[in-house]
């Protein structure tokens, strides 16, 4: 009977649901905490969410198997604008098309025959999620951990709506097309930056991770040493006598030609009220992004304020004032000093001005003249590490590394008492307020008496209302009759809701630790977190690696300070994973103006579409619907079973590397497990031992577990392919061929969960694999007394013989002269030569 896996998956899935498999329990056993990152509910389920979590079913059934007490759990993303702009465009509910999304993709997942625990599945939009998240809010502002200032922001006004970094494309809203301003608002921001010095030193302790995502997050984090110093000003308005500036290349300080500020800096404002051209420039810098990224792309404007300062090193050295919209005022102290000769900005912006270029220092050898002919034209910017000839440098050689030279520069700025060596941090506090309705509230309201006051933990959750409109651009809740209506927690009287919301990021930032109690009435139970965190193995993509994986480490920081996580939950993911991603090729034809048209792969067969129109093929990207190179996980497994989608994704390459999806791969995937399945079927009656298959078999358990152990998945299943070619080709009887299977089923379990449960159950196993524990190899049958010795005729490798090690030369000879191969090439001669290199090769020549 050939394999059927729509009968068979759905049979085992029920088995295992009816026998409770997945449900994680806290026991005596040693735990073992496996995570995927949770999916966004966008509606249909893709071939990246089907190597993601395969990957994660993997180690939670190998650890299961191998006697920990698993938590493998599901949760959803919910929160977020996608929801907000379906209800704008399609009319609806927010709430009503995340939840639908939520019930289509559970649906679509559970086929897989993932090993989750779905009794702890939650969503961040669920009712008890938001009054936790509220809760944590609270207690982390009490604790100092959270801030109310003024920021910089994308501020969108058309949709009246401040706009995510990402949702600001070529400086336009991405929605509404309108150009993005720069507005300063009022914002709620997490103290993240109080911990930039524990989360960089930190890494150096994070061993299981990638080495690239902890050189990502150091590089966000960004330590620098710099110098912090002043410039005086020379005819400034009163009560700005000074602006202070803080620079990683003091080195450069003789080169400088002149002080730029921030649109928003103090200085600039006060000028703005009483000179409206410096005010219309503040407009036009405003209607660039504030990403560093837009600000460093956009072209470098500047303003001549008409103002200097004196240059500390020589006070009738005067540097001019100017507003340039690419000096931020959130970083440093919103002012620098421009030395063009050694910056690509500076450069640019000086050359566009006609401002001096000085040089600091050339190339090895150089004097004065050459350095300053050097750098004319195009700025000199070696590494730090690199030795060059500082023409304007401070005391000591001239020939130094720009690492030593900015150390002489603090020392002498120090010394000579205007400024100090001082070290920063790129990274800046977390900003979380959002214009959005579909996000948690936050839980504070304005009191025209107390101020700004934390609602009472009793009164949560503040939910959102439902009565809400999109037919109007903005947030609905600032436009809602009565939502915003409360009651001061503090006095008693009348206060107005906050109506910002918060980012997504923090919904994700801590669901890793309310996994651990789902249904608690706080947000975690400690004795289920401290038995549980931290998580073994995280896995996710590298898209993640830098903010996602930043904010949980400090909200993991911020939960045991305020008593929610165990000290050692600082750092909540023990091992990361990054996979590839999953890829396709793009079929194309063009219409009648020669701009692309897309096809799906099932709308071609042999590179033509139904009505014979050939394709261009275009070579395997990520896949993407809008180039329709897609393929839809739900109609593969209808077609071919979970099982082959998984062995598919597991077997084709590293993990960490794109895999190329292919029918014809996932063709030959079916094929082969319907090989195993007969090789079970039809395992013979009679028969001797066999010690090779035996042999064959523990090999295979140490060199499968060696591989998922090592995430090298792809080798786990290249082992299993040549166990079951042993099986195949094995004269073994039918018990011991069984016993083999048995083995072979319990290897196979983590990968194809319901293919290993049919061979087990027809190779006599007795209940389920799954609760089978991880078979162990024998030592000693992984010591091989036998040796493969290939046969070279002339310089060509003709055949191969088995022998033992230990077979002395004049044996090996007769046995390589009786071979076909040999004796066909010989045709009757004696050989020239025939030479035996031990454990090696043996050469023939004829």
């Not at 109506?499 to 947000?523: C, E, G, L, Q």
């Not at 023990?574 to 890829?583: I, P, R, S």
């Amino acid at each position: 009977m050939p394999y059927d896996p729509a009968t068979s998956e759905a049979r085992w899935q029920k088995a295992w649901a009816e026998a409770g498999s997945f449900t994680a329990t806290r026991d005596e056993r040693p735990k073992y905490y496996v995570l995927e990152m949770f999916p966004y509910p966008s509606g249909r389920i893709h071939m990246g969410h089907v190597r993601n979590y395969t990957m994660g079913d993997v180690v939670a059934r190998f650890k299961r198997a191998q006697g920990f007490s698993v938590l493998h759990p599901m949760g959803w993303d919910a929160f977020g604008m996608p929801a907000e702009n379906a209800a704008m465009e399609q009319g609806g509910h927010p709430r009503d098309w995340t939840y639908a999304n939520i019930a289509t993709m559970r649906e679509q997942l559970k086929p897989l025959g993932l090993s989750i625990d779905w009794s702890r599945e939650f969503a961040t939009c669920d009712d008890a999620y938001v009054a936790q998240q509220q809760a944590l809010f609270l207690d982390m502002l009490e604790a100092g951990l959270i801030t109310r200032k003024s920021a910089q922001v994308n501020w969108d006004p058309v949709d009246m709506t401040v706009l995510a970094n990402e949702q600001v494309i070529d400086g336009k809203g991405w929605r509404s097309g309108a150009t993005v301003e720069r507005r300063e608002l009022t914002q709620w921001f997490f103290k993240i930056s109080d911990y930039s010095d524990e989360l960089l030193e930190a890494l150096d302790g994070l061993k299981g991770w990638p080495e690239k995502v902890r050189l990502m997050q150091a590089n966000w984090i960004g330590r620098s040493r710099g110098l912090q110093f002043r410039f005086q000003t020379v005819d400034a308005p009163a009560g700005h006598d000074a602006i202070e500036v803080y620079t990683t290349r003091p080195d450069t300080l003789r080169g400088a030609s002149f002080v730029a500020l921030s649109p928003d800096h103090p200085l600039v404002k006060e000028l703005a009220a009483s000179r409206p051209e410096i005010e219309a420039f503040r407009d036009e810098c405003r209607r660039i992004g504030t990403t560093e990224e837009a600000i460093e792309t956009a072209p470098k404007l500047g303003f001549d304020t008409g103002l200097t300062v004196r240059h500390p090193l020589d006070p009738d050295w005067r540097l001019p004032i100017w507003i340039a919209n690419f000096v931020l005022m959130d970083y440093g102290t919103g002012a620098i000093f421009g030395s063009p000769a050694h910056d690509e900005r500076d450069h640019e912006f000086a050359t566009k001005y006609g401002l001096p270029i000085r040089a600091t220092f050339g190339q090895q050898g150089m004097d004065l003249a050459q350095a300053d002919a050097l750098v004319a034209k195009a700025p000199f910017v070696p590494a730090k590490t690199e030795t060059v000839t500082y023409v304007r440098g401070f005391a000591g050689p001239a020939d130094q590394t720009g690492e030593a030279a900015v150390d002489a520069a603090i020392a002498h700025a120090e010394t000579q008492g205007y400024g100090e060596g001082v070290t920063k941090f790129r990274l800046r506090d977390w900003g979380i307020s959002r214009q959005r309705y579909w996000g948690c509230p936050i839980p504070v309201v304005h009191c025209d008496s107390c101020g700004t006051v934390p609602e009472a933990k009793s009164n949560l959750p503040v939910l959102l209302p439902q009565d809400v409109s999109f037919d109007v651009p903005g947030n609905p809740l600032d436009r809602h009759p009565t939502w915003r209506q409360a009651t001061c927690p503090k006095c008693g009287g009348a206060a107005r809701r906050e109506t910002d919301t918060m980012d997504t990021f923090v919904d994700s930032s801590w669901y890793y630790a309310r996994f651990t109690s789902p249904h608690a009435a706080t947000p975690t139970e400690r004795a289920d977190a401290d038995y549980w965190m931290n998580v073994d193995q995280y896995i996710g993509g590298i898209e993640h690696a830098i903010l996602h994986l930043l904010y949980s480490r400090f909200f993991a920081r911020a939960m045991v300070k305020t008593g929610h996580l165990p000290e050692a939950a600082k750092e909540p993911f023990d091992a990361l994973f990054t996979q590839g991603m999953v890829t396709h090729e793009i079929y194309m034809t063009r219409d009648a103006r020669g701009r692309p048209v897309y096809h799906l792969p099932e709308d071609v067969t042999d590179g033509k579409l139904a009505d014979g129109t050939e394709v261009e093929v275009v070579p395997s990207a990520k896949m993407s619907k809008s180039k329709k190179n897609v393929v839809d996980p739900v109609n593969i497994v209808e077609s071919f079973g979970a099982d082959t989608a998984r062995w598919f994704m597991l077997s084709d390459s590293p993990p960490e590397r794109d895999v190329e999806w292919t029918a014809a791969g996932a063709e030959a995937a079916a094929k082969f497990l319907a090989r195993v399945f007969r090789l079970a079927e039809e395992a013979p009656a009679e028969g001797a031992d066999d010690p090779d298959l035996t042999r064959a078999a523990h090999r295979a358990t140490a060199d499968v577990t060696r591989a998922i152990e090592g995430f090298a998945f792809n080798k786990a299943v290249a082992k299993l392919y040549e166990l079951a070619n042993a099986v195949g080709r094995s004269p073994a009887g039918c018990e011991a061929r069984r016993a083999v299977l048995r083995i072979m089923a319990q290897l196979m379990a983590p990968m194809v969960p319901h293919l290993a449960e049919e061979v087990w159950a027809i190779s006599g196993g007795q209940g389920m694999v799954v609760d089978a524990p991880w078979p162990e190899a024998d030592p000693a049958l992984l010591q091989d007394d036998n040796v493969v010795l290939p046969i070279q005729v002339n310089g060509k490798r003709r055949g191969e013989i088995s022998v033992p090690k230990d077979m002395p030369k004049d044996q090996v000879e007769a046995l390589v002269l009786a071979d076909e191969a040999v004796q066909r090439f010989l045709n009757g001669a004696a050989p020239k030569k025939l030479i035996v290199v031990p454990g090696r090769i043996v050469n023939v020549v004829a």
